[in-house]
């Protein structure tokens, strides 16, 4: 266990509709990644916050968008969904800005039909 | 294309042999890590090794890393059943704060 937590674990849902993916990451934690794994695409990175400021952009869509709360867990919404939307979202967490040992959530697993 | 490309795509030993897998890399990074990924869970760190460093130890893992060749190697000696699983390399590139996986290398330990 990681000490880092997602919800929810699956999520079937049908194109165009909107979704928020949840993380709480580690005690201690001030930065949260998110990622994106498909067969195709391998793990890419989207975002980053770091004690509620965006940090690091990857390769994140403008339909989706993130955010980090106060206290400090995070929300990835998607939205306007397509078929290819369909992966694992995984969220990380780590001690500092850098992104050092980072410690992966189980992730959620998308469905868009 | 990836930063970071492992080398094989898949590798199947037998339990006890050591397994040997190889990631490059394109430009001058800060550090390289290694990460395991068993199916469909979440990824776990296993070690980090900075660019000023040559070779690391971790239990029965072995990384060592050559900059001049843009390449690092990652040994798991006398493997076990629990180590089936795939492996990452993710590079974290020198003037960016994110770390950039590879496709990962799946490998099978056979009873």
């Known amino acids: 266990d990681s000490g880092v937590t997602q919800t929810p674990k699956h999520l079937i849902t049908a194109t165009g509709q909107r979704v928020t993916l949840r993380c709480s990451p580690r005690?201690?934690?001030?930065?949260v990644y998110w990622y994106q794994q498909s067969l195709d695409q391998g793990l890419q990175f989207l975002i980053q916050?770091?004690?509620?400021?965006?940090?690091a952009k990857g390769n994140i869509l403008e339909r989706f968008s993130a955010q980090q709360f106060p206290d400090l867990h995070s929300e990835l919404n998607l939205s306007s969904l397509e078929l290819g939307d369909s992966a694992l979202y995984f969220c990380?967490?780590?001690?500092?800005?850098?992104?050092?040992?980072?410690?992966f959530g189980p992730g959620t697993r998308l469905t868009v039909t | 294309s990836q930063q970071g490309e492992e080398d094989p795509q898949a590798l199947s030993i037998q339990e006890g042999e050591n397994a040997t897998m190889n990631c490059s890399y394109k430009?001058?990074?800060?550090?390289l890590q290694w990460y395991r990924q068993n199916s469909g869970r979440g990824l776990v760190h296993l070690i980090l090794?900075?660019?000023?460093?040559r070779e690391k130890h971790s239990g029965r893992l072995r990384v060592t890393l050559d900059t001049s060749k843009k390449s690092s190697s990652l040994l798991i000696t006398a493997s076990r059943a629990a180590d089936t699983a795939s492996y990452f390399c993710?590079?974290?590139?020198?003037?960016?704060?994110?770390?950039?996986f590879g496709q990962g290398t799946r490998l099978t330990i056979n009873p």
């Open positions: 430009t001058s990074i800060n550090n």
């Open positions: 916050y770091y004690n509620g400021e965006e940090r």
């Open positions: 090794i900075r660019s000023n460093e």
């Open positions: 005690s201690g934690d001030l930065s």
């Open positions: 993710a590079t974290d590139l020198l003037g960016a704060q994110k770390l950039v």
């Open positions: 990380a967490s780590s001690k500092g800005q850098l992104p050092y040992e980072q410690y």
